[in-house]
């Protein structure tokens, strides 16, 4: 703010009112754009209208003024904490309010989503998508404790710390009904930990791996060929169908064949899907039994 537009002192010359033309000599005065005229005129006539309270800022006024405004010296106050702004950092906001440089930075600051108040200059504060918190405010949906600056997982509108996400929206495995965080593996259309997808024997992780299920156990090849395979009754090795040659396998009575073991003990034919005959515990083709 700057000085007034006009001069204000005491007349000693023989000068008239310029609008009421009583004699000024001896008498206060003021003088605007050229012109002379008492207090009285001065004030009813010529005298700026305060911004602020929207009375004239008459001569015996201390007046303030910026860009074609006015105001009294003591209207001249921050509109948010009433401070005088005399000789002091001003701005001029919307509907030509004035305020302190303390006020305008607090009122531009951005306001924190959980509180709703202004985060100023020196708060801890969270921001994610050009939204922002209080580091206080920036708490879990769930359990509503503060996540501050810690890990957290969005959900919608949601924030949710790590614990309380894994145990709302985590996949539970299989076998030991925890929640999967990372990693881990489908079998089935259900999820396992891959320390819980393990053979039943050996117990190694059987994630990538050939394996196995039998009645909801799991085996690798070997232990599936130890443990758990018949024996063919042909060549005594077990029989493991998808792991080796061949797919089918041969049941006759309480024994098990390859589907390549199965042949005529005397002419080596294969029977698999064809007539064969038992003859003391051992296999023939149709036509051999008749050679004995």
Same mark, same amino acid.
Request: hydrophobic letters at 25%; a positive charge; charged letters at 25%.
């Given at each position: 703010?700057?000085?007034?537009?006009?001069?204000?002192?005491?007349?000693?010359? #023989?000068? +008239?009112?310029?609008?009421?033309?009583?004699?000024?000599?001896?008498?206060?005065? !003021?003088?605007?754009?050229?012109?002379?005229?008492?207090?009285?005129?001065? +004030?009813?006539?010529?005298?700026?209208?305060?911004?602020? %309270?929207?009375?004239?800022?008459?001569?015996?006024?201390?007046?303030?003024?910026?860009?074609? #405004? *006015?105001?009294?010296?003591?209207?001249? $106050?921050?509109?948010?904490?009433?401070?005088?702004?005399?000789?002091?950092? &001003?701005?001029?906001?919307?509907?030509?309010?004035?305020?302190?440089?303390?006020?305008?930075?607090?009122?531009?600051?951005? $306001?924190?989503?959980?509180?709703?108040?202004?985060?100023?200059?020196?708060?801890?504060?969270?921001?994610?998508?050009?939204?922002?918190?209080?580091?206080?405010?920036?708490?879990?949906?769930?359990?509503?404790?503060?996540?501050?600056?810690?890990?957290?997982?969005?959900?919608? +509108?949601?924030? *949710?710390?790590?614990?309380?996400?894994?145990?709302?929206?985590?996949?539970?495995?299989?076998?030991?009904?925890?929640?999967?965080?990372?990693?881990?593996?489908? *079998?089935?259309?259900?999820?396992?930990?891959?320390?819980?997808?393990?053979?039943?024997?050996?117990?190694?992780?059987?994630?990538?791996?050939?394996?196995?299920?039998?009645? +909801?156990?799991?085996?690798?090849?070997?232990?599936?060929?130890?443990? !758990?395979?018949?024996?063919?009754?042909?060549?005594?090795?077990?029989?493991?169908?998808? &792991?080796? $040659?061949?797919?089918?396998?041969?049941?006759?009575?309480?024994?098990?064949?390859?589907?390549?073991?199965?042949?005529?003990?005397?002419?080596? #034919?294969?029977?698999?899907?064809? $007539?064969?005959?038992?003859?003391?515990?051992?296999? *023939? %083709?149709?036509?051999?039994?008749? #050679?004995?």
């Amino acid at each position: 703010a700057g000085p007034g537009s006009y001069t204000v002192g005491t007349m000693s010359e #023989r000068f +008239d009112c310029y609008y009421c033309r009583d004699p000024l000599q001896g008498k206060k005065y !003021v003088q605007k754009e050229g012109r002379h005229c008492c207090v009285k005129c001065f +004030d009813k006539i010529c005298a700026n209208t305060c911004i602020e %309270c929207k009375k004239p800022i008459g001569a015996d006024s201390k007046e303030l003024h910026f860009k074609n #405004r *006015y105001w009294h010296d003591n209207c001249f $106050r921050c509109f948010k904490c009433y401070t005088s702004l005399v000789n002091e950092p &001003f701005m001029l906001r919307e509907n030509n309010k004035v305020w302190c440089s303390n006020c305008t930075a607090t009122e531009d600051a951005p $306001r924190c989503k959980g509180c709703f108040k202004h985060i100023i200059a020196g708060d801890q504060n969270v921001e994610y998508k050009k939204m922002v918190w209080h580091k206080d405010c920036f708490t879990c949906s769930q359990c509503k404790q503060v996540i501050g600056s810690g890990s957290f997982f969005p959900k919608g +509108d949601d924030f *949710y710390c790590v614990s309380c996400h894994e145990h709302k929206f985590a996949k539970t495995c299989a076998k030991c009904k925890n929640p999967i965080t990372s990693g881990g593996l489908t *079998y089935q259309e259900k999820p396992w930990h891959s320390e819980c997808f393990i053979c039943s024997n050996c117990k190694k992780q059987l994630g990538g791996k050939r394996f196995t299920a039998v009645e +909801d156990e799991f085996y690798c090849v070997d232990c599936y060929k130890e443990c !758990v395979a018949k024996k063919c009754a042909g060549c005594k090795n077990p029989i493991t169908a998808g &792991f080796g $040659r061949g797919t089918s396998v041969v049941n006759y009575e309480d024994e098990s064949w390859h589907d390549y073991c199965f042949k005529c003990t005397k002419c080596a #034919r294969a029977l698999a899907n064809k $007539r064969f005959v038992c003859h003391n515990g051992k296999i *023939y %083709c149709a036509e051999c039994p008749k #050679r004995l």
